[in-house]
């Protein structure tokens, strides 16, 4: 595992951690397929590949496996309106060795070449944005963006917007700042205890996440099929699951949950984290997780909501159980009497 601080690592450079994982760079866009022309012929998946493929080689000189580059059509295609898209998808440039001509090998100042990258990402996603591609006199045209979870400048920006302005879970102080981090996607097996059980491991899930800092609270949410399994390792039981349908994930993966100590291992853990995917030591397969920042404030609520137990007077409690006995016996009387009516 590299001891290095994470705001020495350059945006091109990995990221070693525990259990044989690794935080490996890489490029993620968003991509949205339309029709460029009236034609109303069927779109095909691998042919459009194949094309966005070549074109990247011969106007980027960047060469994409397949398996990096994820298209999917609609299913609905014969319902869309002609200005919809027909497609979307994810494109994944995971090897940047050609940036170190663009960054330079020896830049030591991380700053400069955090700048030289996000602005060659920048013009990159600019000249690959509105691009027509002609699969056999049928034109598509192409839409990317980069995704929020990548977007580090952007989260940066939304979060101080916030601390400035107010909302929920952050006060008007610059002492209020965000220290929690929501990472999806991850598969389970790899924050398992291999030769105990294939399941998530706490234990495991800390040791690992520790390498980007000193950690507070972590939960731990795995998904099997529709079930929901909570672990915690936190300063309470009494945290809620924070998760929803939307977070489900086909598969056995997790979605992990980090409150760090100071805020500024939160900010460079989360900068290290966009643009980075996970990888496993002896693995070809990359986790290409979302990661963003607690909006909501998962772990103050949590506090809140118990401390407010914890503050309720003991008369409340009684009255409230003195209400909960009477409409009982309420409930029972209206029930004994409808018995009796029935049987009249």
């Known amino acids: 595992m590299s001891n290095r601080p994470l705001n020495s690592l350059r ?10 994982l690794s935080l490996v760079p890489r490029v993620k866009l968003l991509l949205t397929v339309y029709r460029a022309d009236k034609s109303v012929n069927p779109f095909d998946e691998w042919k459009f590949k194949r094309s966005l ?33 027909v497609a979307r998808g994810r494109l994944f440039v995971h090897d940047l060795g050609f940036l170190s001509k663009v960054i330079g090998e020896i830049e030591d100042d991380v700053e400069r070449a955090d700048k030289k990258f996000l602005e060659w990402r920048r013009g990159f996603v600019e000249k690959l944005n509105g691009i027509e591609l002609n699969l056999e006199g049928t034109k598509f045209k192409l839409n990317v963006a980069v995704p929020m979870s990548d977007d ?12 400035a302005f107010g909302a929920r879970g952050y006060q008007r102080s610059a002492k209020m700042q965000p220290d929690t981090i929501v990472l999806k996607g991850m598969p389970s097996r790899w924050f398992a205890e291999t ?9 495991v899930t800390h040791t690992i996440v520790s390498a980007l800092g000193k950690i507070r609270q972590v939960l731990l ?24 349908e939307e977070d489900i994930v086909s598969g056995l993966h997790c979605k992990i949950v980090v409150r760090f100590e100071k805020h500024k291992d939160f900010h460079d853990a989360l900068k290290i984290l966009c643009g980075h995917s996970l990888q496993k030591q002896g693995s070809q397969l990359r986790a290409d997780y979302d990661v963003t920042w607690d909006k909501d404030g998962f ?8 401390e407010e ?7 409340g409690m009684e009255e409230r159980d003195e209400g909960h006995r009477q409409h009982s ?14 049987k009249e």
């Open 11 to 20: 945006p091109t450079e990995t990221l070693e951690l525990e259990s044989g």
């Open 221 to 244: 949410v795995v998904f099997i099929s529709s079930i929901r399994l909570n672990l915690h390792v936190a300063e309470d039981n009494s945290i809620g699951d924070g998760a929803d």
């Open 53 to 85: 493929i070549d074109y990247m080689k011969s106007s980027f000189f960047i060469t994409v496996p397949e398996e990096d580059l994820q298209i999917r059509k609609f299913k609905d295609l014969n319902k869309r309106k002609r200005e919809e898209p």
């Open 195 to 203: 030769r105990v059980s294939s399941k998530p491991s706490m234990l």
């Open 309 to 315: 137990r914890k503050r309720m007077p003991a008369r």
């Open 152 to 163: 580090f400048e952007g989260m940066k920006k939304e979060w101080e917007e916030i601390i």
């Open 329 to 342: 016996r309420v409930s029972q009387f209206s029930s004994e009497e409808g018995r009796k009516r029935f």
């Open 299 to 306: 772990f103050l609520d949590a506090r809140h909501q118990i």
